[in-house]
């Protein structure tokens, strides 16, 4: 049996209050839940303040360059697929810095889980416009206001036909919890977008502002397995913001497409100099 | 008599230069003669003017040399371009379908198309026409040939195989009899059925790569590193590799580092484009230890510059990319077994120093042609340096980054059961997590540092050829190897006193071995493929020694030996 505590407890760098501190909570939750050994775990992360959160917890870290959480990610789930791999990023290293990636891992799906903090800003660089901040968003550097449309990465994954998309919440835990689970179990490239106040630097989406406009899809009528009503939950923001699945779509992974890895991890394979040799005939 | 012939085909991309020139060298190869080749191509998929050139030789031969004997002129700027190479040669065109303006004895008109149709209804055999009146110019035991065709459109069907030797037969006769001074190229074939290869550079490296073990690469195509990528990619099922084509060279880098990371070997093949988008993921591999195997094969740049001609003019980028500083190894190879060889070797090094390790090479020793013995794989060593579960089980905890005496810390990775390993581009502790403080930082760093002094003992000394104590030392660094030794061959045979230095262990230098072994040189010249002398910076900075004489080039092309030895009487230095 796995519990929480065996995920252990870090001193963390965020500030009190901050939307982090509960995903951190709900990841490590999940992974108990799910029976997850600390050593099968591997938790990549980029630059951020969300970006910290694997050295938080006890598990495999590989916390890499700002933007490039699944890269790596990708490469070490190859290398092993036994490991259950996590990419844990934030909306300016993803969707900004990293979104070549976020947009072709959607097509490759690999099995790993993504979980983006999505805070509508930088926070780690203290409180610039990210791609989604909201339209006329005043910062020290856009101080005429945010005038780049915001991505909107559930409409964006679902037009890639993203293997699983999600929302959740920092502010409902156990809804997050549930996500996370989810999307770790799915077998594929799933995107958990998670909404998280920033209590330093976004005063515009904070937990009271989110907290009046979210709900649960599950409580209405959704199915996931339909793209197009997916698309169109996904657009729904100013009034209502839906969280929850709004897609899963399941097909082979990236890893089910290499054969060879059918037969054991990459990483178990010993070399063998001498077998080049028949190769090397053909050269004469 | 000691043969030494040059055939030059010339035509637009998309006539099939290549295969011309590939079935003759196999044909030469097979009768016994060395044999070396090179391309000069443009970057685009039909026309343009490029050329392939075949070298046989009874000796060893290791560059291209300028004069042209046999010109197979496919298109008019063949003509137009290489009439001046040839002085005593002959160009075998057919002037049905090329207008020559002015004829001269050495034109030769081959009627390909016509006999083409005449001999196999088609006209796509015209250029096998053009390869048997070569042979036919030669008196070559047409014998080769016929199993070289045989050979290599095996998969095609016999039809094609007997319209293909049909055609190349009646090219050959019609050479034989209607050339004035027949069989003006008379060759004795050496007739050493050897078990030699045809090797490009390219192909050694990823044959290198696979003795090594790669387990994983992934990388973005660009020119002309893609062959690497190519070659691993067709043998990848069967030897048990993933090959991933990344979305751009930052993920190819990182992914790398991740699979890395993971425990499997891994590489990434690029261009100097596609490295400066990996910067600062070699820093990455720095930082946190991650073993690399980075091949980057040169071209002319800044930016897209020549994408299809050579230059060794990225050295001192590679020796400084990213921010910071950490360790690095540089491996140059100079000729096929050293892409063999030095690549299987670096993924060795990258696991021992948990480095990033390069191997540069370059357009010219990519796609160039040479004979070579069979590599010998059981010269191959894996050495992994990776903490088994055994070992791992007497330990009370696991601390990626531990202090040791050498600065390597003993590697595990992810998924030993009962523990983890955390590794960060932060600075961090022992532990791999984040650590700012002054006291750590300086403990990192030396540590990280260390690893560099203790590669310096690995590291091979340079390569002497010629005789040791020369008034003159030529020195040199990857694929100017070949042409210098030819120029070392013949200034010798002139009677000048001069011998070679060629370096393969590029960074970091090993300094002591290079200041015994120069102790009494004379004068130093140092000939590289770029216009600022880049390995003659590296040379004098880390040695203390003085670099005489720079002899540079830059204009896309590789060195000829005529070339160098220009470049030395204008620099008076012979
Ligand atoms: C190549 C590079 N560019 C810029 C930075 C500076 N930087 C670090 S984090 C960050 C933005 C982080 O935003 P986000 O990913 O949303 O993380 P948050 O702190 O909001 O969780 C920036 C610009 C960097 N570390 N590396
Ligand atoms: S800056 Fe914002 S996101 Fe970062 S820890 Fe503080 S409150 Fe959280
Ligand atoms: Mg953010």
Redesign the interface.
Known sequence: MVSVEDFGEYETEWCPGCGNFMILKAIKRALAELGKEPHEVLLTSGIGQSSKLPHYLKCNVFNGLHGRSLPPAIGAKVANHELTVLAVTGDGDCYGEGGNHFVHNIRRNPNITLIVHDNQIYGLTKGQASPTSELGMKTNIQNHGVFNTPLNPLSLAISLDCSFVSRGFAGDVDHLTELIKKAIQHKGFSLVDVLQPCVSFNKLNTFKWYSERVYRMEEEDHSPKDRVKAFERSLEWDERIPLGVFYVNEKPTFEDHLEILASGPLVKNKADPEKVDELLDSFI | MNTDLVIKVGGAAGQGLHTIGVVLAKTFKKSGFNVFTTQFYLSRVRGGHNTYQVRICNEPIRAMTEKVDILIALDEASINEHLNEISDGVVLVDTDVIKIEQMNESIFHVPMLKIAKDVCGNKIYSNTVAIGAALGLMCFNFEYLERVLTATFQKKGDEIIENNIKAARAGYDHAKKNFPSACKFAVKEPLIED?????AGN?AVA?GA????V??L?AYPMTPSTGVMTYIAA???E????V?Q???E???L?????????????MTTTSGGGFCLMA??LG?AGI?ETPAVIFLSQRPGPATGLPTMTEQGDLQFVLTAAQGEFPRCILAPGTPDDCFYLT?KAFNIAEKFQIPVFVMSDQYLADSLFTCK??D??K?E?DRHLLSDDELKGKNEYNRYELTPTGISPRA??????????????EHNET???DQTIDNRILMNDKRMKKLKLLEQEMEAPQLYGNKKADITLIGWGSTYGPLLEVVDILTSEGHSVDHLHFTNVYPLPVDAIKNMMADAGKIVCVENNATGQFAKLFECETGLRVDENILRSDGKPYTPEHIIRALEQKKVI
């Open positions: 078990g030699r290869m045809l090797i192909d044959l696979l003795a090594a073990g387990q994983f992934a043998k990848a099922d030897f048990n590799v993933v991933e990344a979305e751009d930052i993920a190819a990182n992914m790398v580092l991740g699979a890395s990371y993971a425990g499997v070997r891994a600062e993921a990455l946190t299987a069979k590599f794989t059981s191959i894996i990775i992810p998924g030993q059961a009962g523990f983890t390993v955390v590794v960060d581009s932060d791999g997590h984040l």
